[in-house]
């Protein structure tokens, strides 16, 4: 597809994209495959990935990072949904456990860990989700109980990105008086325990986790922020998490798209390429439609975002129109690979397995369309 100027991007962004798709190219894809059959990412390609500067790229340089704007995130973002490479659960890292340290983290917490998110030696994750809440999150019933100068945690968490490999996850346990409060846990700390790394449909090279808490010790320093403060701390993070969202699933279907391109360029079928057959042509130019519509809505959300501009509820109207731009660009593109794309070895099987997880997790559909609703 003709590439579209997106004014959004600078020639600095631009630079930074073509490093990020040659490391991408050097250091990801040649040993995707081999973490899609372990379940995980080697430990070495986040130091590698830190190297290159694609871990948590607007952490303040007070804080070990290159204090760059969020451009610089949806640059890696994108480069990487734009080749498939959905195993290294970078932007959570970086989109969401770095951002909660950066706005709530006190001097501690920051020096503590940021510069080693930065560098890829610490790995982050966010543990919200329960076997019995995921989009109810008053549901939560991990409890954290105040004990002299400590927390004493007890619980157990769900569904983890990155739960497998975390050396800092933010927690979210209930405290006094039922309400919610994020902690920082150092998961060396005894009485934190991971369970098994959950076989998923898509997203093999991605490690999702059980997390349990066995009453573990807490310094009364882990709590990030004020007390009681988690759910509208989670609030505040939902624009920059649905726009990364949103920016990936674009990426993502410009990915099966091409790749879907490709095939029907060499397809044979009654004696013509699979390209030729009006049917595919119209399907194509569907998804092509959907394709320039989602790149120009993307980065409008984009431009608001670094404007300041960015509510929680346009960022889930993103997120709900992506995601399900998505969902039926690879259902038609796995289509056009007749058998081919239901097999593993294709990568539009990949693509399309991976994918189903976007109507679900960040807020589902159905939650997202109840928030988008309340504003009617
Ligand atoms: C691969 C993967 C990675 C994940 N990573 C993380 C992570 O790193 N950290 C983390 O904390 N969590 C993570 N999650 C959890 C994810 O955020 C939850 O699965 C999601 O929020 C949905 O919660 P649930 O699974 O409990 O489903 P439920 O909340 O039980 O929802 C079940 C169904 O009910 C619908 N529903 C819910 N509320 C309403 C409503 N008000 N009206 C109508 N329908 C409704 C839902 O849309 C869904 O269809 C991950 C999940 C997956 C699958």
């Given at each position: 597809?003709?590439?579209?100027?997106?004014?959004?991007?600078?020639?600095?962004?631009?630079?930074?994209?073509?490093?990020?798709?040659?490391?991408?190219?050097?250091?990801?894809?040649?040993?995707?495959?081999?973490?899609?059959?372990?379940?995980?990412?080697?430990?070495?390609?986040?130091?590698?990935?830190?190297?290159?500067?694609?871990?948590?790229?607007?952490?303040?340089?007070?804080?070990?990072?290159?204090?760059?704007?969020?451009?610089?995130?949806?640059?890696?973002?994108?480069?990487?949904?734009?080749?498939?490479?959905?195993?290294?659960?970078?932007?959570?890292?970086?989109?969401?456990?770095?951002?909660?340290?950066?706005?709530?983290?006190?001097a501690a917490q920051r020096a503590r860990w940021l510069p080693r998110m930065v560098s890829g030696q610490a790995i982050g994750a966010v543990a919200m989700?329960?076997?019995?809440?995921?989009?109810?999150?008053?549901?939560?019933?991990?409890?954290?109980?105040?004990?002299?100068?400590?927390?004493?945690?007890?619980?157990?968490?769900?569904?983890?990105?990155?739960?497998?490999?975390?050396?800092?996850?933010?927690?979210?346990?209930?405290?006094?008086?039922?309400?919610?409060?994020?902690?920082?846990?150092?998961?060396?700390?005894?009485?934190?325990?991971?369970?098994?790394?959950?076989?998923?449909?898509?997203?093999?090279?991605?490690?999702?986790?059980?997390?349990?808490?066995?009453?573990?010790?807490?310094?009364?320093?882990?709590?990030?922020?004020?007390l009681g403060q988690g759910l509208s701390y989670l609030v505040k993070g939902l624009a920059r998490e649905r726009l990364s969202i949103a920016l990936s699933?674009?990426?993502?279907?410009?990915?099966?798209?091409?790749?879907?391109?490709?095939?029907?360029?060499?397809?044979?079928?009654?004696?013509?390429?699979?390209?030729?057959?009006?049917?595919?042509?119209?399907?194509?130019?569907s998804v092509k439609t959907d394709l320039a519509v989602g790149r120009a809505y993307v980065d409008d959300q984009l431009r608001r975002y670094l404007d300041?501009?960015?509510?929680?509820?346009?960022?889930?109207?993103?997120?709900?129109?992506?995601?399900?731009?998505?969902?039926?660009?690879?259902?038609?593109?796995?289509?056009?690979?007749?058998?081919?794309?239901?097999?593993?070895?294709?990568?539009?099987?990949?693509?399309?397995?991976?994918?189903?997880?976007?109507?679900?997790?960040?807020?589902?559909?159905?939650?997202?369309?109840?928030?988008?609703?309340?504003?009617?």
């Amino acid at each position: 597809m003709t590439p579209t100027p997106r004014p959004v991007f600078d020639a600095d962004q631009e630079m930074f994209r073509d490093q990020v798709r040659k490391f991408l190219q050097a250091e990801i894809l040649p040993r995707h495959q081999a973490w899609e059959a372990q379940g995980q990412v080697d430990r070495d390609a986040w130091v590698k990935a830190g190297e290159a500067g694609l871990l948590c790229p607007t952490v303040a340089e007070e804080d070990g990072g290159l204090g760059l704007d969020y451009r610089f995130s949806a640059v890696v973002i994108e480069e990487m949904s734009r080749v498939g490479a959905s195993g290294p659960g970078f932007w959570i890292h970086s989109e969401m456990v770095a951002p909660y340290l950066q706005t709530f983290g006190s001097a501690a917490q920051r020096a503590r860990w940021l510069p080693r998110m930065v560098s890829g030696q610490a790995i982050g994750a966010v543990a919200m989700t329960e076997p019995e809440a995921g989009s109810d999150l008053r549901r939560i019933r991990t409890q954290a109980r105040r004990e002299g100068d400590q927390w004493r945690v007890s619980g157990q968490k769900t569904f983890i990105s990155n739960g497998q490999m975390a050396d800092v996850v933010i927690l979210a346990a209930k405290t006094e008086g039922e309400r919610l409060s994020l902690f920082v846990v150092d998961a060396s700390r005894p009485g934190f325990r991971r369970g098994r790394n959950l076989a998923k449909l898509g997203l093999h090279a991605q490690d999702t986790s059980e997390l349990f808490f066995d009453d573990m010790i807490l310094p009364a320093d882990a709590l990030l922020g004020d007390l009681g403060q988690g759910l509208s701390y989670l609030v505040k993070g939902l624009a920059r998490e649905r726009l990364s969202i949103a920016l990936s699933c674009v990426a993502k279907a410009e990915f099966a798209f091409a790749e879907t391109l490709a095939h029907c360029r060499n397809r044979m079928v009654f004696g013509q390429r699979l390209l030729d057959h009006q049917n595919t042509r119209f399907v194509l130019a569907s998804v092509k439609t959907d394709l320039a519509v989602g790149r120009a809505y993307v980065d409008d959300q984009l431009r608001r975002y670094l404007d300041g501009g960015l509510d929680a509820e346009t960022a889930a109207m993103a997120k709900l129109w992506t995601t399900e731009m998505l969902g039926r660009t690879v259902d038609a593109c796995l289509q056009l690979h007749g058998g081919w794309g239901y097999m593993q070895e294709m990568p539009i099987c990949r693509a399309f397995a991976d994918a189903r997880v976007e109507r679900i997790a960040g807020g589902s559909s159905e939650v997202l369309r109840e928030i988008i609703g309340r504003t009617l």
